[in-house]
């Protein structure tokens, strides 16, 4: 098999990729390691920047999105017993975020891969081998129904995750990462019940972090912060919102309706860079090039503008003859992608409880909480991170 973009990795990264350059003319074939059901049945974070909303739009694939996304204009941050909004719309004149469950974008890009004839070769487990991709006829070899395959191509996309294949497929020497791992994860819930409030709640609480967001009217997500080591099936649901109900504010608290958990499981935190993004014709993209905590919501965010990037840099390959785009790749994401980094790791010491903070750290979390809230300068800097920094 032919084809001149190998996606590696079905995720809303690999599968956004294929529409942007299906829709540009450019043949993709993507290989995951799952079936299409277990990539749907992944729970992650859901808050879209215009940017990826703008993305989800130009590959025709937003109709549902603007059916049932959440416009948001604002996001409460609560310390000290008291919710504070931070008006997101005016502050950066005029700028929202869309509440949209990645499941929800990931079966909106899967419809519409299937509904155009599309390839994509789910269920190869671990057998996928990359080649020759310092070189000028890349290949991808794997397994499928125990038979072996090979896949040329011009260029490899790694699309494939933080456990992916692709960036252990780049010899040690050729990568610098940077690393740092939080001493905390997040205890997350998923239920059947209404949002607590119709926009998401940050709150910094003595007994640590909570979130309460939402996936629609009627479903809600919530996290609590929990040492790291800590199991999922250590906590009943009546724990979890036991918990939760101790860190919010008495209005959040008589506004909490429980229920039975759809989901619960616990997320490490983690902020990783892998650097460069480009060797010869294999591109990273995505989860496989770099991790952020969650408290930003800037994972997927972060995978669109890789893959506008990428996208923009094959059509000038095709197009235009030009190699500019694919050169400065690595480049032009990594800067985008360290701005992120810096936000999510800035809004992470924020907002959680750290081990060895000690009371002089406590103090000084509390008073930039307060300045955060009380200084539009501060604000506004918070809010332009949040809604997204331009491409
Ligand atoms: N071969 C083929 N596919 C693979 C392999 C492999 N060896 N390893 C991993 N994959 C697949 C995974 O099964 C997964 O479906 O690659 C996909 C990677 O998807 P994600 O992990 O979702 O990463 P990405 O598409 O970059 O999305 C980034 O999703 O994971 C969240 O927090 C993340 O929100 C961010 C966004
Ligand atoms: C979520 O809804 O899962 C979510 C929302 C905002 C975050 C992280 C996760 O910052």
Redesign the pocket.
């Known amino acids: 098999m032919r084809t001149q973009v190998a996606i590696?990795?079905?995720?809303?990264?690999?599968l956004l990729l294929g529409q942007l350059l299906f829709k540009a003319g450019i043949d993709n074939v993507i290989?995951?390691?799952?079936s299409a059901d277990y990539?749907l049945g992944r729970i992650?974070?859901g808050v879209l920047e215009q940017v990826t909303t703008d993305l989800l739009d130009e590959c025709g694939v937003s109709a549902r999105l603007h059916e049932q996304g959440l416009v948001h204009g604002g996001i409460e941050l609560l310390f000290k017993g008291a919710r504070h909004r931070i008006d997101m719309r005016t502050l950066t004149g005029g700028k929202t975020v869309t509440v949209y469950g990645?499941t929800e974008v990931t079966h909106d890009l899967m419809d519409a891969r299937k509904a155009e004839g599309l390839t994509t070769v789910y269920s190869?487990g671990?057998s996928?081998t990359l080649h020759d991709f310092d070189g000028a006829n890349p290949k991808v070899r794997y397994m499928k129904d125990g038979q072996q395959h090979e896949l040329e191509c011009d260029f490899i996309a790694g699309?494939?995750?933080?456990?992916?294949?692709s960036r252990a497929s780049v010899p040690e020497a050729a990568l610098t990462t940077y690393e740092k791992v939080y001493p905390f994860g997040w205890l997350g819930i998923l239920a059947d019940v209404p949002p607590v409030s119709h926009e998401l709640i940050y709150a910094n609480t003595g007994r640590g972090f909570a979130l309460c967001s939402m996936r629609s009217p009627t479903r809600s997500r919530f996290y609590v912060q929990v040492p790291m080591e800590e199991k999922a099936e250590n906590w009943t649901d009546d724990a979890f919102w036991n918990e939760l109900r101790t860190r919010l504010d008495p209005q959040a608290r008589d506004h909490l309706v429980t229920g039975p958990s759809l989901e619960k499981s616990v997320a490490p935190l983690r902020s990783f860079v892998a650097e460069p993004m480009r060797f010869g014709r294999l591109f990273l993209?995505?989860?496989?090039a770099h991790i952020v905590p969650p408290t930003g919501a800037k994972?997927?965010n972060l995978?669109a503008s890789d893959v506008k990037y990428l996208s923009a840099a094959f059509i000038e390959h095709y197009r235009d003859k030009s190699s500019a785009g694919v050169d400065h790749y690595s480049e032009k994401c990594l800067r985008r992608v360290w701005k992120a980094e810096r936000f999510s790791w800035w809004f992470t010491s924020l907002m959680h409880r750290f081990p060895d903070a000690g009371e002089f750290g406590q103090k000084l979390q509390e008073a930039e909480l307060d300045y955060l809230v009380g200084s539009k300068a501060a604000s506004t800097a918070l809010a332009e991170n949040y809604v997204g920094l331009p491409l």
């Open positions: 590696i990795g079905a995720g809303p990264s690999g290989i995951e390691r799952q990539v992650r974070a990645q190869v671990n996928v699309c494939d995750g933080y456990h992916g294949v993209a995505g989860d496989a994972g997927l995978a």
